[in-house]
């Protein structure tokens, strides 16, 4: 209605006054070009860093056949998983990538309004037809609705078995890769006639004797750790906690030094029985006094107990190395944590303590989902609860000493592994505890890899590696509300 002089409506407010306008049509090609060099700059990014290390591994750097292809198909492989991520998965079920996410944009099929799934989503590229890509204030006001998840048991149950098969996957790719790359370099032909045709060469003894059973002892190191962090985080209802917050590095950390004091050792092999040993007399002591008075154990007192004792042998530690300078030497060698230096004898020793641990740790996660209720929850469905604590601290015990008497004391690896687990799988722990112990030792040997290239021809242990990214990625964790409260 148009308002004229003498009319008998006044002119007034319009209608549509205060009310938000929802363009229509497509999105505006510049914010489609804005959108699509974000994504191409994700997936580009891995490409270039991978580059630039292939490049720094060329023969005349030190650098191999191996080592090469090792990274650069690392970083191929990293660049394929983003690009079916972002492109397929995102794009398809909540229609829109990183890119059109960061400018507003929509991806919608032209007839129903609704996301265009994740297959049509990778056939993109080519074939392009009944598919809009619209402002997001479009596509919400015209019903647009992100696809749901199936959350029936069936399909979590396909979804947990599929990523329990692609972690084992990449574990073994990690493994090949951590036999290929090292400070001598070598070529696939000379990595296949170690493994398969040994003469007892120089290379054959290479891979025989320092690669094959680093690699093997970073495989059950790594697992055991990760199921430990699972466990513990578990027990303790603390996000935060690890081996270190119940005393068990601590004890085995004083035992070391007090061998190393007492009686001159200097190899691993001769101090892991006695960090084997501190690691289990903290856990008998930190449990023992939680278990004191009438409420029994709970969290909340095994941390303050555990605390008390890491303290308490921590100051012990520091006062053996501060009277004596070889304690001092050889226990800052072993207090960084490394699986360089260890052979099939350590292997050997710890394994059997590693595999009976492993299995306790399994079969106490149905008792463990029960106790992540509560206390009190738990004994009204009938669970013995000093028995399920019980059974999760010999399993606690086992795995931490074992480890920790073969490579030392290793942090991040307990801590930030459960919160990656139990992003994937949920809080059920008969999930979590396997998921833990595979990304454990996909950690553990990959930080080692790293960790022998980045000084070459030296190398860094995997103790610093761990601490120099797992600190950030830990941090980034942590303010994620939902990973950081069990």
């Not at 999760?392 to 074992?402: D, F, Q, S, Y």
Request: proline fraction near 5%.
């Amino acid at each position: 209605m148009t308002d004229t002089p003498g009319s008998e409506h006044p002119r007034g407010p319009s209608e549509n006054y205060g009310r938000r306008v929802v363009p229509r049509g497509p999105a505006p090609v510049r914010l489609r070009i804005l959108a699509g060099l974000f994504d191409v700059a994700i997936i580009a990014l891995p490409l270039v860093i991978g580059w630039y290390i292939v490049q720094s591994l060329q023969d005349d750097n030190g650098g191999g056949e191996a080592d090469r292809a090792v990274f650069g198909g690392t970083a191929i492989a990293i660049a394929i998983g983003l690009l079916i991520w972002n492109l397929g998965f995102r794009d398809g079920t909540v229609g829109r990538t990183s890119g059109k996410g960061w400018v507003g944009l929509i991806t919608r099929d032209a007839q129903t309004k609704q996301p265009i799934g994740v297959r049509r989503a990778l056939l993109r590229p080519i074939n392009r037809s009944g598919i809009d890509v619209v402002r997001e204030s479009t596509a919400r006001d015209e019903g647009f609705a992100e696809l749901e998840r199936d959350n029936s048991v069936s399909a979590t149950r396909r979804r947990r078995l599929i990523g329990l098969a692609v972690l084992t996957v990449l574990l073994v790719l990690v493994m090949l890769a951590s036999i290929a790359v090292g400070a001598r370099p070598l070529t696939f032909a000379e990595i296949f006639h170690a493994i398969f045709n040994s003469d007892g060469s120089q290379t054959d003894i290479i891979v025989r004797t320092l690669r094959a059973p680093r690699t093997i002892l970073g495989l059950v190191v790594g697992i055991a750790l990760g199921i430990v962090g699972a466990l513990i985080q578990g027990h303790t209802r603390n996000p935060l906690a690890d081996a270190g917050l119940l005393g068990l590095n601590a004890g085995a950390a004083f035992l070391v030094v007090m061998s190393i004091y007492l009686f001159g050792f200097t190899a691993p092999s001769q101090y892991m029985w006695f960090a084997f040993a501190g690691s289990f007399i903290a856990s008998v002591v930190v449990f023992g006094l939680s278990s004191i008075g009438n409420g029994g154990s709970s969290p909340l007192s095994l941390a303050l107990a555990g605390a008390a004792v890491a303290f308490f042998l921590q100051a012990m530690t520091n006062a053996v190395i501060i009277l004596d300078q070889a304690s001092l030497d050889a226990y800052r060698f072993w207090v960084v944590g490394s699986v360089s230096g260890r052979g099939f004898d350590v292997l050997w020793q710890v394994l059997p303590f590693l595999v009976v641990g492993l299995v306790i740790a399994l079969a106490s996660t149905p008792g463990l989902n029960v106790l992540s209720l509560g206390d009190d929850v738990a004994k009204a469905l009938g669970t013995n609860i000093v028995f399920s604590r019980t059974l999760g601290i010999v399993a606690i015990t086992l795995l931490t000493g074992a480890a920790t008497a073969a490579c030392g004391p290793i942090a991040f690896i307990g801590l930030v592994v459960p919160h990656v687990a139990r992003a994937i799988t949920g809080p059920d722990y008969r999930w979590l505890v396997p998921y833990a112990g595979l990304l454990g030792a996909i950690m553990l040997i990959t930080a080692d890899i790293i960790g022998r290239v980045v000084v070459r021809p030296g190398e860094l242990q995997v103790g610093i590696i761990l601490a120099i990214f797992g600190a950030p990625f830990f941090i980034a964790l942590v303010r994620r509300r939902k990973l950081a409260s069990l």
